[in-house]
């Protein structure tokens, strides 16, 4: 099943809008959190507790996907250092001695601007996308007679 047979199934999704882009958003925020290998299964359960569709969650997180999640956190860190004040955003390494350890010493003060980035911009990355998503079913329904939900049912 590619994308866009996602997109549609999302689209065609018997509940409102509304709540078909508030589990869209919620994958949103867990896909973009920096909490690594546990962005599906927080996003389901969220999903769960919040009984919103989990399908249309997990969807959302794979926003943040192999292609897109060097950009993400990078550009992220980089707003989590400027929220903190950090002038120098990236730490001076001598490559040519590098080791794993040398690595994640000089790399340790980037963690907590990491999560405010990150926990940042995914905030914001899931207001709007609920709104897209909002917008994109709700128009989708008005158009389409014969789908779930839409104008005429």
Do not use: C
């Amino acid at each position: 099943m590619g994308y866009r047979d996602k997109l549609r199934s999302i689209l065609e999704i018997k509940e409102t809008p509304h709540s078909i882009a508030m589990a869209f958003a919620i994958g949103v925020f867990w896909g973009m959190s920096p909490l690594l290998g546990i962005h599906t299964i927080g996003a389901f359960f969220m999903a769960w507790f919040m009984g919103l569709n989990r399908f249309v969650a997990v969807v959302g997180v794979y926003v943040t996907n192999p292609w897109t999640i060097v950009p993400i956190y990078t550009f992220s860190t980089w707003v989590g250092t400027k929220m903190m004040g950090m002038k120098q955003v990236f730490p001076d390494i001598d490559w040519g001695s590098v080791t794993f350890m040398s690595l994640m010493h000089e790399l340790k003060e980037l963690i907590l601007p990491f999560f405010v980035g990150t926990f940042l911009i995914g905030a914001i990355s899931a207001v709007l996308s609920y709104f897209i998503i909002r917008g994109i079913v709700a128009r989708y329904r008005s158009s389409t007679p014969d789908v779930p939900g839409s104008a005429r049912e």
